[in-house]
């Protein structure tokens, strides 16, 4: 066997907060080689991010490294600044999660790149390097390269900043390529895009990867070598096939149950009352107005319907007009043309106290449950707030209705003097939707409300949002990215493609035989946890 | 960018008219009569009053004095004063005085805002951060007239270092106490802005990237930070020079320099609308002027703006 490119042996990593120290990764050992991709999967808190920091000495300052990090036989920790940019960018390069904000955005990509080129490429002329930048963009596939030079970040999509990340930073050869999450933040379709350039790219110039992630479909799709973390230990390390076919560890286990996928859950639909749809939208058209005072439809002629007790899914990517929808049936948005009907009152039409009336049984739940509870507000306030304002209550008839909306969440009551800083993510997503369903609601608005939560918490945060369902018996507009989430869930789909509907029908048949090109366009984007499955779609064997 | 600019030169239009017409006729229609003051304790005839009104065309409604106002200004007449003397060339006597002064204090502000600023930002929680946060709380809730007149004794008087009073000397010696003194506010402003502008661009994503691209700190600092952190300081500054030159009265009557605030503050004593419009158009001038010159600057360090 060669000798690996970078070699992690007992890394420990301790961070000081207020005097104490706090350890984020224990004992980790693994070896890259070169031409291989290794994925380190974990959730958050798993010191994934950490141990790849580590390797290129961008922990702050309060961090404290132990054990070896050996890049090509050095070992780098407790390097000086000047060993660490001898190896940065030159013999290890990274990509990060959001590549909008991880260009400089008052500099030309071209500027960017070349400015790379003249610290690393030694002797090469003003000519040579701008060649080299339209070689590398021409690389990524980024469309007219050389116009692409003069560019600036805020004027690319983030998959075409993403493609410039990645071109910079293969700009000087290195050995390992770091990928911190680099498709987290972008469209599925955009994803795909992306890991087929670090696929192809990776087989060119034979780099090795270290692929962070927490999405099992992209480990699926790209690793050779899994590496699975948790709370700062590895679990397990073994070849992908054995990772998603003969899991060894537990929690590796655990984290494949929760993986959401579609036509796996066989569930029956909700039989639905014969009543008037709780919400009906006809027409709906929103226009924004942009800058230069034109107008910019963000949804153009979408009707939809729910009845009590079902679940429509929203789904599209970014742009779709999903969450402008939401966001009209709340009188958030400029409605231009168009009706929002809810329990048969015209939002639009009606008086501003019969509008506040139908608008107090709307509940909605958000993407960052960290965003929309007051933090200095203790949970049990929060969720009181609607019963106080809207019903009046107040002692201990309000204390016995927000435990049991606790309870109803599965929060214990005791919990509602605490502070949403001292909840996780999936918590303060509970009390959210506690709040939320407090006035009995309707309808109920949620607005990818899993997305920011880890795989494992999120599937029993759906769990608890399918038991309320049957409980309250709301109608909901659950909107959504994720294809996979919405099969498990909904009962309806709707998918949406620049502001229209594209298709729209029963769960499992939009999900399984799609009738729309671009329904089975995101179907084949979203990468599923299975490496066979992926290989197949790419059309080529897997290795080894 | 063309159209940029065309926009700009729009709106400076508009707001240059709007605000000359306000102060033209917040002037003139202050309350007691400038020609029956001209003759002192003892009255002029009336008809000499009114042989005054018209030269002076007081007798005219105000737009049409407005009017007859800006229509001078665009052939350089700024108007003439009741003691006869053309309004431009009493302000052409003052402004080198003013403006050496505004300039002196400003390029203190931006030399040394900037610099500590900057170096506060880079080691934020360190001595020196800590020692200007508490340099900028004194210098701001000191009032100027204290601090001009404690300079004035400590410097002037006790050490000698600077002349006291006037302008005999010339610059920079003459200048540079007055000039001090009035910067300090600013100064203060300026190195808050500019800490916390260093201290958010150090925490965004593309400083994270650009040390692991390799480049060296001196290049991240000296290239990408400071022109990403100098935009909003760049803004503070342009209307902190309007405020420079036209907020000089006090200094400029502790120091005994005869500069454009001394001549304001006697011209609106004596109700002489012609000066105090035209002191205050041409500091409005400069405020737009100024304005205009900071956006494009900023439109040149940042793309956003230039393709909004």
Not at chain 2, 155 to 167: D, E, K, M, S
Not at chain 2, 212 to 229: E, Y
Request: net charge neutral; charged share 20%; aromatic share 6%.
């Amino acid at each position: 066997m060669t000798t690996p490119v970078l070699s992690v042996r007992d890394l420990a990593i301790d961070f000081s907060v207020g005097g104490e120290r706090v350890p984020a990764v224990h004992a980790v050992d693994f070896d890259l080689h070169a031409g291989e991709v290794l994925a380190i999967v974990g959730e958050s808190g798993s010191g994934k991010s950490v141990t790849s920091l580590a390797v290129l000495g961008l922990l702050p300052d309060n961090a404290t490294v132990t054990g070896r990090i050996l890049v090509d036989g050095t070992n780098v920790v407790g390097a000086s600044e000047r060993d660490f940019a001898a190896i940065r960018g030159r013999k290890v390069s990274m990509i990060f999660q959001d590549p909008s904000n991880a260009l400089d955005p008052v500099f030309t990509v071209g500027y960017q790149i070349i400015e790379m080129l003249k610290r690393h490429g030694q002797g090469m002329s003003g000519a040579e390097r701008r060649a080299r930048a339209v070689e590398l963009l021409r690389m990524v596939e980024l469309p007219d390269p050389e116009d692409r030079l003069g560019y600036y970040p805020h004027q690319l999509s983030g998959g075409q900043a993403q493609r410039v990340m990645i071109a910079m930073a293969l700009a000087c050869d290195p050995e390992v390529l770091i990928a911190d999450e680099p498709t987290t933040a972008l469209d599925v379709t955009v994803q795909r895009e992306i890991l087929d350039v670090l696929r192809r790219l990776q087989a060119r110039t034979n780099a090795a990867i270290l692929l962070i992630t927490h999405d099992m479909g992209v480990v699926a799709d790209l690793a050779d070598r899994v590496v699975v973390m948790r709370a700062g230990r590895i679990e397990e390390t073994a070849d992908v096939r054995s990772i998603f076919t003969a899991p060894r560890a537990e929690y590796t286990r655990a984290l494949l149950a929760a993986v959401p996928r579609i036509g796996t859950g066989d569930r029956g639909t909700a039989a639905l009352a014969e009543e008037r749809p709780v919400l009906e939208v006809e027409g709906l058209v929103v226009e924004y107005r942009n800058r230069r005072g034109r107008h910019v439809r963000a949804v153009d002629g979408v009707s939809l319907h729910i009845r009590a007790g079902e679940m429509l899914a929203l789904v599209g990517e970014s742009g779709s007009g999903k969450s402008t929808i939401g966001k009209s049936v709340l009188g958030l948005a400029p409605v231009a043309e168009g009706r929002v009907v809810v329990v048969g009152v015209d939002l639009r039409r009606a008086s501003r106290s019969e509008a506040r009336a139908v608008k107090k049984r709307i509940g909605v739940v958000f993407q960052n449950p960290t965003a929309a509870l007051d933090p200095r507000r203790t949970i049990g306030q929060s969720i009181g707030e609607p019963l106080r304002v809207h019903l009046g209550l107040r002692g201990t008839e309000l204390a016995g209705r927000v435990s049991g909306l606790l309870e109803a969440v599965e929060l214990p009551s005791a919990w509602s003097s605490r502070y949403p800083h001292e909840l996780s993510g999936g918590q303060r997503q509970r009390v959210a939707i506690a709040r939320a369903v407090a006035l009995d609601p309707l309808l109920l608005i949620a607005d990818e409300p899993t997305s920011a939560l880890d795989v494992s918490v999120q599937a029993t945060v759906l769990d608890l949002l399918r038991r309320l369902q049957q409980q309250f018996r709301f109608a909901c507009l659950f909107i959504s990215h994720d294809l996979a989430v919405v099969d498990a869930l909904c009962d309806r789909v709707v998918v949406l493609h620049r502001g229209g509907i594209v298709e729209e029908g029963e769960r499992r048949r939009v999900l399984t035989a799609p009738e729309h090109d671009y329904t089975r366009r995101l179907l084949a984007a979203a990468p599923v946890p299975d490496p066979d499955e992926q290989a197949r779609r790419r059309g080529e064997p897997l290795a080894g | 960018m063309i159209r940029f600019v065309g926009r700009r030169v729009v709106e400076l239009a508009i707001v240059f008219v709007g605000v000359t017409f306000i102060i033209y006729v917040m002037v003139f229609t202050l309350p007691g009569d400038p020609i029956a003051a001209l003759g002192g304790d003892r009255p002029l005839p009336e008809a000499v009053q009114a042989q005054l009104r018209a030269q002076y065309h007081l007798d005219e409604p105000v737009w049409l004095q407005y009017l007859r106002y800006v229509g001078g200004l665009f052939t350089g007449d700024l108007g003439t004063g009741f003691d006869g003397r053309p309004v431009g060339d009493r302000m052409a006597a003052r402004w080198p005085v003013t403006i050496t002064l505004a300039l002196t204090a400003w390029a203190i502000e931006v030399v040394v805002g900037v610099v500590l600023g900057l170096i506060s930002g880079l080691r934020s929680g360190g001595l020196v951060d800590r020692t200007v946060l508490v340099g900028t709380v004194l210098a701001t809730s000191i009032p100027v007239f204290v601090l001009g007149v404690t300079a004035q004794l400590v410097f002037g008087l006790q050490l000698g270092w600077f002349p006291i009073a006037g302008t005999s000397e010339g610059w920079p010696t003459a200048y540079l106490l007055p000039a001090i003194v009035i910067a300090l506010f600013g100064l203060a402003s300026v190195t808050r802005l500019m800490r916390g502008s260093v201290v958010d661009t150090l925490r965004s994503d593309f400083v994270r990237t650009l040390t692991a691209k390799g480049m060296p700190r001196r290049n991240i600092v000296g290239v990408h930070v400071m022109r990403n952190s100098v935009a909003p300081v760049l803004t503070f500054l342009a209307i902190d020079l309007g405020y420079l030159l036209g907020g000089t009265v006090v200094i400029e009557a502790i120091f005994n320099l005869p500069g454009i605030g001394a001549l304001l503050f006697d011209a609106i004593k004596t109700h002489e609308g012609p000066t105090v419009v035209g002191v205050a158009t041409a500091l409005i001038l400069i405020f737009l002027a100024t304005s205009v010159v900071v956006d494009l600057i900023n439109s040149v360090l940042d793309p956003r703006i230039r393709h909004e």
